[in-house]
């Protein structure tokens, strides 16, 4: 019962924060504040009360909505969705922080916003596959709209990239859900029941796996359909950048391992070794195109595409220690990629109003305190022990490793990644902050920008501090994430020792 | 084995500096910071010598460990470890590091950043205590990424200067392409043996039926998973104690604010690729990857000394030395076990903080000028040249000195197994003695040759740290054989030292120095300035050369000598950098393609906005019929009519 209130909360929220009149913005972001610092309580109480030890779904709920055709309102949360509704919480509420200043068209903007965080609630928290497609739904259209007033650059293009790439994505969800409805025979859209109960044929699950992987890897950024991400992600304003790297991606990441793992296990087997190839891919590509970047966002969004990849490589390990690193890397990812665009997109775009690498002269002259965060902050991200990033890609690689059916090629990519992550992070580093520019703007820059606000020191304190207090003590998630994937991987295990033999 | 929770009490021992770090980075005044950071180092001294002092009476390492965390049912702990050699380091760590602080504090009394240099020297602090208390191999690399992350902030502390900027980049970038070596090994390991902590009660990494397991297991080559693993985690070591050809970074981590960080990274940080080697030992215990430490070591060591023949730069010839003496502790461990190679650590960690600082000193006295062309006339400044003579013929290894003992140590272990390495050895040690005194004698006699004014002598508060250094630079040697060191670390000790080792010793240093000297003597050297006597000199000198003619050779093959070693040095520096550029070059390259031709041209342009196109395309030759002229709609009407007409007619017929 509890979880759903994260839903209706937001849209409460949204609703009200919509009727206001743009000009009171001032209270308008109060609400929005309000609203998801709500949202997020009420993850945390779901934390808080959940009991570790079973896997299974909690607090759940269940009305019947189209008995026709056996689809319901059935919500809950396991220990895959409870850090993937927290980080929807913790990321919602910083990303408010960030854009604390936002005055134009205030009213909707945050109802666009809190529309985006609904949704995203609402897909983690579904049980029933036809809401999880109808949430999912939901959550891209607000995105169209707040890149395309909002944004900045090729802000039109950019959204109707996004939204042509997300809603490709999702038409093949809907056939792939559609085939496991009729296939099935059950007249249900339960998952769990589907999951127990369905049974497909290795060739179905072949050919559907595929099918619903690549329609979710599409919203995580999977190469070669990832060129949506850095362009939608650069021209969103700065809680919308947050908001796709830090949620959005992870709703196509847990649709991945939810559905598609989750039902077609045998078809997840068979295309195992493909999707590591493609994952580390998205890695090592998506670093080398980072360090190619002129425009500050650009290398957060390929670095958002590179670290995509170790979610991806996780999953396809089909072991626990590779899925855990998945979710923690969803985790991670989530509050630190974040933390990144609300430093690179608010704080210091809002100081600097460019993005451009080569514009940027010696910032650490001129915003110290900035700086040194976001030097942490980079630190963090490429995976520095102490902090989430290194868990994740830690128990990925050890996931790779004992991994059958993936071999020793794909984990040397893979180390490759985290070998380029650090020089595509401490060489933009050091032209954004540490360089002396050849190109100095034309009209005088001013010797010292004003230090980071209440507001942002709130956020990015609140991301960093997740990062660390997950890095420093991952079994505070891995507590709830492991009971909910052993269900998954007996699954796998069954069904792969049922085809081969 | 003795698993006590007693033990807990080591945790203080990085935890203070950490502390003091947090607070001082809170502080806003610098001196409050750096009375913090003191206060914290001399605290962390209290547990570190009482863990000193207990390391001693122990028979097996006593650990101290917890579960950090459970991966798919399998617990990864953590802990720390006492034994000999974490003993004997955290006392090592804590009594220079307190040092360097003191002296630091006056060093760096203008710098308006004092507080942060401080913060970030006590975070180096907290990740060298923590690194040697390890027991466990996971957090041994995260206190090792610390140390990584310390040594970038201080190296790139004046990041004003680009080329500071620059060094502290390329030596995390450097030490990281070692550390993936070290991750691959811990992956490794947990894999085969599912174990992480070096001694758990017979279930440890380093013990038991783990090191069975993996020394039975096959890897590459020929080589047990034992050997691998001990490889790779080799590879970590030569990242972090600049072997080749990883050392790169080194020299250039010179750039650092001061002596007291160019320390730092010479004396106490790079030892700690070493100190991951001697930690280790077990896994590369009869397996040929110790031949590999050996030579590597060898190979550096020789390598570095001829370099730092070639140097002007008083800080570089040090950097330089610090590598070619890090290859013979290498060369120490490889070829005589872990109290060998921990004995040259020790006593080197005294002579060459002393002579960093010490070269702070002579740098600060002359108003900030490295080059010791510019330099001489340093005697004047008289406390400063005696403790830095003091460090100069323990690093000589001039008998009796600290140097002298280690060093042979490692000699007389050598020649028992190693003729090879035994000789260049020799080789490393006479040019070591060699380049040593090449460096005094450009600093210290004759006139100042700078332009600012006359070397002054710095104030006591940078002098007092070095008398006491070099009190153990003379004397912690002997006192240590005496102690008996060897006992201590428990270790392996050449029982037997054939005079020929001694003689060997004892020749290539004094005949190092004497040679030296001989090579200089009465000749003009140093900058561009005319060094006088010569001028008066000048006919009695050709006489003497006529006479003898033994200056001439000397000066003949050893300037021949040092022209090819310069040489050789400039082009394996050009080979490697040139693999480095390419490197670069490729790494850009690739990523340009990727970016032009992979993403926007053929994903964006080509695959996207081209069906994007082609879509709005066919929507318009969709759209023309609905031009909504009525003209064009009757003429489709009549059009329409017409083939309906011809239809029904041919359908009536």
């Excluded at chain 1, 009420?42 to 299974?56: E, I, K, M």
């Excluded at chain 2, 903080?353 to 000193?361: E, K, R, W």
């Excluded at chain 2, 060094?531 to 003497?544: E, F, H, N, Q």
């Excluded at chain 2, 040095?569 to 340009?592: G, N």
């Amino acid at each position: 019962m509890l979880a759903i209130l994260t839903v209706v909360i937001s849209y409460l929220g949204a609703f009200v924060v919509a009727c206001t009149p743009p000009s009171r913005w001032r209270e308008i972001r109060w609400v929005a504040l309000i609203t998801t610092i709500l949202g997020l309580a009420t993850a945390v109480c779901c934390a808080t009360r959940r009991d570790a030890a079973d896997g299974g779904f909690q607090d759940v709920l269940r009305y019947d909505w189209i008995p026709s055709i056996g689809a319901s309102f059935h919500f809950g949360v396991d220990g895959i969705s409870l850090p993937l509704i927290l980080v929807t919480g913790i990321v919602a509420v910083c990303a408010v922080l960030t854009s604390w200043r936002m005055e134009t068209r205030a009213n909707e903007f945050y109802a666009y916003i809190l529309a985006l965080i609904g949704g995203v609630y609402g897909t983690f928290l579904s049980m029933d596959l036809f809401l999880l497609f109808v949430f999912y739904e939901i959550a891209i259209i607000p995105k169209y709209f707040i890149i395309a007033i909002w944004g900045s650059g090729r802000k039109g293009y950019a959204a109707m990239k996004l939204a042509l790439y997300s809603f490709g994505g999702s038409a093949l969800v809907l056939f792939g859900i559609l085939a496991v409805y009729f296939a099935s025979g059950l007249e249900t859209f339960d998952m769990v029941r589907l999951m127990n109960e369905g049974d497909f044929s290795p060739e179905f699950q072949v050919v559907f796996f595929a099918v619903t992987f690549i329609g979710f890897a599409v919203l995580a950024g999977m190469w070669p359909f990832h060129t949506w991400a850095p362009t939608g992600h650069a021209a969103a304003p700065v809680a919308a950048s947050m908001l796709l790297a830090g949620v959005v991606m992870k709703l196509g990441a847990y649709g991945c391992l939810r559905v598609a793992i989750g039902l077609f296990p045998w078809g997840a087997y068979y295309w195992a070794p493909t999707i590591a190839w493609l994952a580390v891919i998205n890695i090592v590509y998506g670093a080398l195109v980072a360090l190619n970047q002129k425009d500050f966002k650009y290398v957060i969004g390929y670095s958002s595409v590179s670290h995509m990849g170790f979610v991806l490589l996780g999953l396809a390990t089909l072991n626990l220690e590779g899925f855990d690193g998945a979710v923690l890397q969803m985790f991670s990812h989530g509050v630190l990629g974040a933390a990144l665009f609300a430093l690179v997109g608010g704080v210091i775009y809002v100081r600097t109003h460019t993005r451009k690498l080569d514009h940027f002269h010696r910032l650490i002259d001129r915003m110290p305190g900035v700086t040194w965060v976001f030097v942490v902050t980079g630190l963090a991200s490429m995976g520095l022990p102490g902090f989430s990033g290194f868990i994740a890609e830690l128990y990925a690689l050890i996931g790779v490793w004992k991994a059958e059916h993936l071999g020793a090629p794909i984990l040397l990519l893979a180390g490759l990644g985290i070998l380029l992550a650090f020089g595509y992070v401490l060489v933009k580093t050091h032209e954004a902050f540490f360089r002396k520019s050849e190109n100095t703007e034309e009209n005088d820059p001013p010797t010292s920008y004003e230090p980071m606000t209440c507001a942002e020191k709130t956020a990015c304190g609140i991301l960093l501090g997740c990062s660390l207090v997950v890095g420093l003590y991952p079994d505070i998630l891995t507590q709830w994430i492991e009971p909910s994937l052993e269900p998954i991987l007996e699954n796998i295990g069954k069904e792969v020792l049922r085809w081969t033999t | 084995m003795e698993g006590s929770d007693s033990l807990s009490w080591l945790v203080w021992i990085p935890l203070l500096p950490l502390i003091a770090c947090v607070f001082a980075l809170l502080c806003r005044s610098g001196v409050a910071a750096s009375l913090i950071c003191i206060a914290g180092m001399a605290a962390a001294m209290v547990p570190a010598l009482r863990a000193f002092n207990l390391s001693g009476e122990l028979d097996a390492p006593m650990t101290f460990n917890f579960t950090w965390m459970t991966i798919a049912g399998k617990s990864i702990d953590f802990g720390f470890i006492l034994d000999p050699l974490s003993g004997s380091m955290v006392a090592m760590v804590t009594f220079v590091g307190f040092l360097i602080f003191l002296y630091a504090a006056k060093y760096m009394e203008d710098d308006l950043r004092r507080g942060r240099f401080f913060a970030y020297l006590s975070l180096f602090a907290t990740g060298m205590l923590g690194l040697v208390l390890s027991n466990s191999l996971l957090l041994l690399f995260m206190f090792w990424e610390i140390v990584g992350v310390a040594s970038y902030l201080l190296i790139s502390f004046w990041f004003h200067k680009p080329s500071a900027a620059a060094a502290g980049k390329k030596a995390f970038i450097t030490t990281r392409i070692g550390d993936l070596g070290f991750l691959i090994a811990i992956l490794w390991a947990f894999q085969s043996t599912g174990a992480l902590l070096f001694y758990s009660n017979g279930e440890g990494l380093l013990e038991g039926a783990a090191l069975e397991t993996l020394q039975a297991e096959s890897g590459f080559w020929g080589l047990t998973a034992a050997g691998v693993i001990a490889l790779l985690l080799f590879v970590g070591a030569i990242g972090k104690s600049g072997q080749l050809p990883l050392h790169v970074w080194l020299p250039d981590a010179m750039e650092g604010p001061t002596p007291v960080s160019a320390l730092i990274h010479a004396a106490t940080m790079v030892a700690a690729g070493v100190f991951l080697v001697a930690r280790t030992l077990p896994l590369f215990d009869g397996s040929p990857a110790l031949d590999v430490v050996a030579w590597v070591g060898a190979a550096t060591a020789l390598f570095a000394a001829f370099a730092a023949l070639g140097q002007y730069d008083l800080k570089r010839i040090l950097a330089f030395s610090t590598v070619s003496q890090l290859g013979l502790m290498m060369v120490g461990i490889a070829v005589g076990g872990v109290a060998v190679g921990m004995f040259h650590l020790h006593s080197h960690a005294f002579f060459k903080a002393l002579l960093f600082l010490g070269a702070g000193s002579i740098i600060h006295g002359c108003g900030d000028e490295q080059d010791i062309r510019k330099m001489g006339g340093v005697a004047r400044m008289k406390l400063t040249t005696l403790v830095y003579l003091c460090g100069a013929v323990s690093l000589c290894a001039v008998p009796y000195t600290s140097g002298f003992f280690s060093k042979d140590e490692i000699l007389a272990a050598a020649y028992h197994d190693r003729p090879g390495i035994f000789w260049t050895c020799a080789v490393v040690s006479l040019l070591t003695a060699m380049y040593v005194t090449r460096q005094c004698l450009y600093v210290f006699p004759g006139k100042h040759r700078g332009s600012g004014g006359e070397p002054h002598e710095s104030p006591v508060q940078m002098t007092a740290p070095l008398f006491v250094l070099a009190a153990f630079a003379l004397a912690f040697g002997y006192f240590a054989v005496d102690r008996g060191v060897f006992e201590y670390f428990g270790g392996y000790h050449a029982a037997e030292h054939p005079l020929i080792v001694v003689e060997v010793a004892w020749a290539v240093s004094l005949g190092g120095i004497a040679l030296c000297c001989l090579i200089y003597a009465g000749k003009p050297y140093g900058g561009e300035i005319a060094d006088p006597l010569s001028g008066i000199l000048g006919k009695a000198y050709r006489v003497m050369e006529n006479k003898f003619y033994f200056d001439e050779i000397y000066a003949a093959t050893v300037c021949l000598l040092w022209q090819i070693t310069a040489l050789v040095v400039a082009i394996l520096d050009a080979i490697l950098a040139m693999f480095r550029e390419l490197i670069v070059f490729a790494a850009q390259a690739i990523s340009y393609i990727f970016h032009h031709f992979g993403d926007r041209a053929l994903i964006d342009n080509w695959v996207f906005d081209g069906t994007c196109d082609s879509l709005k395309e066919s929507g318009e030759l969709a759209t023309s019929p609905q031009g909504g002229f009525l003209s064009s709609y009757l003429r489709w009407v009549a059009l329409g009519a017409v083939i309906f007409g011809a239809f029904a007619i041919g359908g009536c017929s």
